[in-house]
């Protein structure tokens, strides 16, 4: 009911900034939460930024000054700006929609940050 397709990933350095973006597709007025996922190899997957609906953003302790959530809802897109980046960041980063029938993931998109 929701599509999400993410880009933006790619090669960066340490200390380097990175855009990620998602755009959402489908029954999208239902949506109550943008998340942004990772998953490094041999980890769990883990939360790292969140907006509402109502515009509230969260982020994990690990990423907080340095990454920001955003949304564009004329587009309907969200994005994940990442800065001073670090080489623990290097992750998958998933896309997913908190929605009222469910959540709904995007496939994902490979970060990898060179020291």
């Known amino acids: 009911q929701v599509q999400l397709v993410e880009s933006g990933g790619g090669l960066a350095q340490a200390g380097g900034s990175l855009r990620l973006s998602c755009a959402a597709s489908g029954r999208t007025f239902n949506i109550n939460a943008m998340v942004w996922y990772r998953q490094a190899p041999g980890k769990q997957r883990e939360l790292v930024a969140e907006i509402t609906s109502g515009g509230s953003t969260s982020y994990a302790d690990s990423v907080k000054g340095r990454f920001t959530i955003s949304r564009d809802n004329a587009k309907n897109t969200v994005y994940l700006q990442m800065n001073s980046l670090k080489p623990e960041d290097t992750a998958v980063y998933y896309c997913?929609?908190?929605?009222?029938?469910?959540?709904?993931w995007g496939q994902g998109t490979q970060v990898t940050v060179s020291s």
């Open positions: 997913a929609a908190i929605h009222v029938a469910g959540n709904f």
